[in-house]
Structure formats: C-alpha cells, structure tokens
C-alpha cells in the first residue's frame, strides 16, 4: 500500500531543478542552497516526513542543541591537519588508517595534533611509512590517500 506521503517524495525524483527550489522556498521559508538536485530531493523528502509525522522530540532536540554548542567554533573544527600545513585534505579526529604491508595490517588513527600508531604519537602519515617500512614513503600514498597537495593545486 502506498500512501499519499510517500507518493508524495517520490514524485520528488520527476520534477525540475526549478520545481525543486520553489518546493523547497516553499517548505523551509528561505531561499534553496546551492546544492546539487540530490541534495534537494533528499532535503525536501525530509521535510515532507517532518511536516506530516512530526520533528524531533523536545528532549532529542535539546541535546542536539546542546552537543551544537559544545563543538568549537570555526571552519574545520574537529579536524587535525596534516603534516602539508595549509592543505585543503584533513581528516576527521577518530578516522582509522589500515594498511597491509608484508602479511602486517597496520592501523593509525588520526588524534589531535598528529596520528597515533602502535602506541606512539607521529606527526605524519609520512613518518609512520616510514617506521613501519624503513625507508621514505609518501605517506598519503602508502595508506592509499589522495595526495592533498596535487589536490590543492587542482582547486
């Protein structure tokens, strides 16, 4: 059985990227971001859901709100940098590298301030390649990385 709703979000794939932006300034009351029209449909099937069986609830929302308020502000927040100063590539805090080298999964994991492996604090993925191979190694590229610095000249 189909209901009305969700026929509703998925006539959302057949219309324009016109129609799509007039739903959304419609749904939300602000102009639509300049987004690509996936985003849209997406956005807009939320929405559709939100006003018909309701938003969060008050408690969900205030936590929410208050873990919000607790994120440090500024662009890349959150983020460690990399050994590249000034490059666009970070990765989040938390995410975990492995790569398998000579029948071995080595695993670093990006912390604040560098990358931990095997219980140690390194300041590049470079240094760790290094260690873990004993020779220079591009370390973006022995875990499989895209090289942030030809990255950033793309851009």
């Known amino acids: 059985m189909t209901t009305p709703i969700l026929r ?4 959302l794939q057949d219309r324009s990227q016109d129609e799509l932006k007039a739903m959304w300034t419609e749904y939300f009351g602000v102009e639509p971001p300049a987004y690509r029209r996936g985003f849209l449909v997406r956005g807009l099937g939320h929405r559709i859901q939100e006003l018909t069986y309701g938003g969060l609830a008050a408690d969900y929302q205030k936590r929410l709100d ?3 308020d607790d994120m440090p502000a500024g662009k890349g927040a959150g983020r460690a940098r990399s050994a590249h100063a000034g490059t666009a590539q970070r990765l989040l805090i938390g995410t975990r590298l492995i790569r398998e080298y000579q029948d071995v999964a080595h695993e670093a994991v990006v912390v604040d301030g560098g990358y931990e492996y095997a219980g140690r604090l390194f300041k590049s993925l470079s240094a760790i390649a290094c260690h873990i191979t004993g020779t220079k190694w591009n370390g973006w590229a022995f875990f499989g990385l895209p090289n942030p ?3 950033e000249r793309a851009q």
């Open 8 to 11: 509703q979000i998925a006539d």
């Open 66 to 68: 208050a873990l919000v």
């Open 149 to 151: 610095a030809k990255r």
